[in-house]
T-cell receptor, first 116, second 118 residues
Framework: AQSVAQPEDQVNVAEGNPLTVKCTYS??????LFWYVQYPNRGLQFLLK??????LVKGSYGFEAEFNKSQTSFHLKKPSALVSDSALYFC??????????????FGTGTRLQVTL | DAGVIQSPRHEVTEMGQEVTLRCKPISGHDYLFWYRQTMMRGLELLIY????????DSGMPEDRFSAKMPNASFSTLKIQPSEPRDSAVYFC????????????????FGEGSRLTVL
C-alpha cells in the first residue's frame, strides 16, 4: 500500500528566508509524487510533480521539490518565502504499479505561515 | 476550460434534511473523485468513478451517503438524512486516465462545497 507522511503540522518562516516543507513516502514501485497548495476557502491547486528524470523539479510560484530515492523523501522548497505563500500544503503519492487508476494518497497537510 | 465546477459553494441545512452536492468535471477527464475535508480527519477520499462507473466506494462513511455519475459531465453526492457530523468541505476532482498517455495522475480540484448541518 502506498502512503505519505508530512511530519510537521505547521512551518513558520520569515519573509525572505528559505522554506522547506517535508514529505516522505512509501510505495512498492517507483513513485509519482505531487505537491498541492490550498489557500483559505479554495480547492487544492497543483504545484508540481515528479515522475522521472531530474531529481529537482520546478513548479509554480517559484517552488521546487527534490526527490531523494534513498531517503524516500520529496521535500518542497522555495529560496525566498513570501507572505502570500502562507497556505496549506499537501504532498501526494501514486504508485504506478497499482494500475491506471489516478488514485492519489494525500498527506495530512502542513500549514505554512510566512511572517514579515 | 472552466475547470471543475461544484455547486453549491455553501449549504446550510438542518439535521435530517437531504443534501445534494453537484460536480461538473473537466471535459475529457475520465476519472472523478469525491473528497471530504475536515479539521479532525483531514482530506478523505469518499468514492471515485472511472468512465462513469463507481470503482471504489470504501471511503463512503455510511449508507446515508450515495454518489452517482449519470454521464461524463455530471456527478452528485447525496446525504440523506444529514447529520451535524457531516459538516465539512466536500471536494470534487477529476483527471485523465494514465493509460491515455496524457496524464501522470495529477488531479484537478473544484473549489469545494462547504456543508453545515445544524
Amino acid at each position: 500500500a502506498q502512503s505519505v507522511a508530512q511530519p510537521e503540522d505547521q512551518v513558520n518562516v520569515a519573509e525572505g528566508n528559505p522554506l522547506t516543507v517535508k514529505c516522505t513516502y512509501s510505495v512498492s514501485g517507483n513513485p509519482y509524487l505531487f505537491w498541492y497548495v490550498q489557500y483559505p476557502n479554495r480547492g487544492l491547486q497543483f504545484l508540481l510533480k515528479y515522475i522521472t528524470g531530474d531529481n529537482l523539479v520546478k513548479g509554480s510560484y517559484g517552488f521546487e521539490a527534490e526527490f531523494n530515492k534513498s531517503q524516500t523523501s520529496f521535500h518542497l522548497k522555495k529560496p525566498s518565502a513570501l507572505v502570500s505563500d502562507s497556505a496549506l500544503y499537501f504532498c501526494a503519492v501514486r504508485d504506478p504499479l497499482t494500475g491506471t487508476a489516478s488514485k492519489l494518497t494525500f498527506g495530512t497537510g502542513t500549514r505554512l505561515q510566512v511572517t514579515l | 476550460d472552466a475547470g471543475v465546477i461544484q455547486s453549491p459553494r455553501h449549504e446550510v441545512t438542518e439535521m435530517g434534511q437531504e443534501v445534494t452536492l453537484r460536480c461538473k468535471p473537466i471535459s475529457g477527464h475520465d476519472y472523478l473523485f469525491w473528497y471530504r475535508q475536515t479539521m479532525m480527519r483531514g482530506l478523505e477520499l469518499l468514492i471515485y468513478f472511472n468512465n462513469n462507473v463507481p470503482i471504489d466506494d470504501s471511503g463512503m462513511p455510511e449508507d446515508r451517503f450515495s454518489a452517482k455519475m449519470p454521464n461524463a459531465s455530471f456527478s452528485t453526492l447525496k446525504i440523506q438524512p444529514s447529520e451535524p457530523r457531516d459538516s465539512a468541505v466536500y471536494f470534487c476532482a477529476s483527471s485523465w486516465s494514465i493509460k491515455t498517455g496524457e496524464s501522470t495522475g495529477e488531479l484537478f480540484f473544484g473549489e469545494g462545497s462547504r456543508l453545515t448541518v445544524l
